[in-house]
């Protein structure tokens, strides 16, 4: 196990520091039919894994509010040592095409989780709200996804996608929403690509979620942003 030396611990009841190891089978397959340049439909089929991050096994941070020498409120983010590895079936049907002057890509896709990993607010008999990682039994994922890009004429081009997701997960019998997932984002641009020089600006809206897309007692910590790049 990992040393623990000079390493203060919030909530170490919950998350004590412990090594682990796992081996899992990746297979994947496509079917592509390319009927044109500009038109080609395929499937695909992918088996996914997503080891827990180190903060996900090992972060702490905790405060403590105290009045007059009397502890009013614990709280604390802490890791998940006994987080397993989070496994998916991903499944995707879409079609793409491309010539001298239009490049697209549009896609669905269904994804199935075992173990998955996200994070959960609880009360506990210390901390209130303690926030941990936590492997839920299952999850499923699934949305829309549509790129494309158009040179309309010599060296410049208009770009735009649009992704939208929606999911549940449900652990002991219990269904819930999945606080990790962007409900919808935009994109859209406009840009110069030369031989010797280039240039875009681009614009990227992420909606905010909504409350009821929120799983544990923790508030919203969600907002719309607009974000510009040049």
Same mark, same amino acid.
Do not use: C, M
């Given at each position: 196990?990992?040393?623990?030396?000079?390493?203060?611990?919030?909530?170490?009841?919950?998350?004590?520091?412990?090594?682990?190891?796992?081996?899992?089978?990746?297979?994947?397959?496509?079917?592509?039919?390319?009927?044109?340049?500009?038109?080609?439909?395929?499937?695909?089929?992918?088996?996914?894994?997503?080891t827990p991050s180190a903060q996900q096994l090992t972060s702490s941070f905790g405060n403590t509010v105290a009045v007059g020498g009397?502890?009013?409120?614990?709280?604390?983010?802490?890791?998940?040592? +006994?987080?397993?590895?989070?496994?998916? *079936? %991903? !499944?995707? /049907?879409?079609?793409?095409? @491309?010539?001298? =002057?239009?490049?697209?890509?549009?896609?669905?896709?269904?994804?199935?989780?075992?173990?998955?990993?996200?994070?959960?607010?609880?009360?506990?008999?210390?901390?209130?709200?303690?926030?941990?990682?936590?492997?839920?039994?299952?999850?499923?994922?699934?949305?829309?996804?549509? +790129?494309?890009?158009?040179?309309?004429? *010599? %060296? !410049?081009? /208009?770009?735009?996608?649009? @992704?939208?997701? =929606?999911?549940?997960?449900?652990?002991?019998?219990?269904?819930?929403?999945?606080?990790?997932?962007?409900?919808?984002?935009?994109?859209?641009?406009?840009?110069?690509?030369?031989?010797?020089?280039?240039?875009?600006?681009?614009?990227?809206?992420?909606?905010?979620?909504?409350?009821?897309?929120?799983?544990?007692?923790?508030? %919203?910590?969600t907002g719309t942003v607009n974000l510009v790049d040049l």
């Amino acid at each position: 196990n990992p040393s623990k030396a000079g390493y203060n611990q919030a909530a170490e009841q919950y998350a004590a520091v412990e090594s682990q190891k796992e081996t899992i089978f990746l297979p994947k397959f496509s079917l592509n039919w390319k009927i044109a340049p500009i038109f080609e439909p395929y499937f695909q089929y992918s088996k996914g894994v997503k080891t827990p991050s180190a903060q996900q096994l090992t972060s702490s941070f905790g405060n403590t509010v105290a009045v007059g020498g009397r502890i009013i409120r614990q709280y604390a983010v802490v890791g998940n040592p +006994n987080l397993k590895a989070e496994t998916a *079936d %991903n !499944f995707s /049907l879409g079609f793409k095409g @491309a010539n001298d =002057k239009v490049q697209y890509d549009i896609a669905g896709y269904y994804n199935r989780y075992k173990n998955f990993i996200d994070w959960v607010s609880r009360a506990t008999a210390t901390h209130n709200p303690l926030i941990q990682y936590q492997n839920l039994d299952k999850a499923k994922i699934y949305g829309i996804t549509a +790129n494309a890009r158009w040179n309309f004429v *010599d %060296n !410049f081009y /208009l770009l735009g996608g649009v @992704a939208y997701s =929606k999911g549940k997960s449900e652990h002991d019998g219990v269904k819930a929403p999945i606080n990790t997932i962007q409900p919808l984002k935009f994109k859209a641009g406009f840009g110069y690509e030369g031989e010797r020089f280039g240039g875009n600006i681009q614009l990227t809206h992420v909606k905010a979620k909504a409350d009821k897309d929120i799983n544990g007692t923790i508030y %919203n910590p969600t907002g719309t942003v607009n974000l510009v790049d040049l």
